[in-house]
């Protein structure tokens, strides 16, 4: 970790910056919540994984690993998401995800780039305007949080994804698990 908030503790995570801007994050985990675990033709375990994606692309290790745990709660593989970070058109993931991975690649990378044909190629693989758009708020949400994260100096993550217990796992696939968090990190949603 970086000493980037000196008011801190010395291995600082996610939760400690819930629990010193409490008020300033509640808006956000309804917002998180909403977008990660509400009705959407992207599944829980897809959003996840853009998650994990977005995050490994923008080299924000805390988020990367602990998005991996949470696709993993809904049975992506953590060798999958690592494929993708090699090449989205090799790894094992549904061909009709490959253009949505691709989209949120070049939106994170190269977000003035974008063309219809970025868009075009998302819906001839089957996937409908309001799923893109969740693919979006998905992508956007996670370059927000790995800013959050960098820019406070949250940068490791200690739990080797592959090693979460089940009991870990359970918690991470309640519909809540975002709101939950927030709550037990003295952040109240109204």
């Known amino acids: 970790m970086k000493n980037l908030f000196p008011s801190l503790p010395e291995n600082a995570t996610l939760s400690s910056i819930f629990s010193t801007f409490p008020s300033k ?40 690993g602990s998005h991996m745990v949470h696709a993993r709660a809904f049975g992506i593989e953590v060798a999958a998401i690592e ?10 993931v549904a061909p009709e995800l490959k253009p ?37 708020q998905v992508c956007g949400l996670f370059n927000m949080m790995n800013r959050i994260l960098e820019g406070t100096g949250i940068t490791e993550y200690n739990l080797d994804p592959k ?22 990190n003295g952040v109240s949603q109204t």
């Open 25 to 64: 994050l509640a808006p956000l985990l309804d917002y998180m919540n909403q977008v990660m675990r509400e009705e959407s033709e992207l599944t829980i375990a897809q959003r996840e994984m853009i998650a994990a994606y977005v995050s490994g692309l923008n080299a924000c290790t805390y988020c990367h």
């Open 100 to 136: 949505v991975l691709n989209y949120v690649a070049k939106l994170t990378q190269s977000p003035t780039r974008m063309t219809e044909a970025d868009a075009a190629a998302v819906y001839e693989a089957g996937w409908s305007e309001g799923a893109l758009f969740d693919a979006i």
């Open 163 to 184: 090693s979460a217990g089940e009991d870990q796992l359970q918690v991470l696939r309640s519909k809540e698990c975002y709101r939950a968090f927030g709550r037990a």
């Open 83 to 92: 494929a993708l970070m090699d090449d989205v058109e090799t790894a094992p």
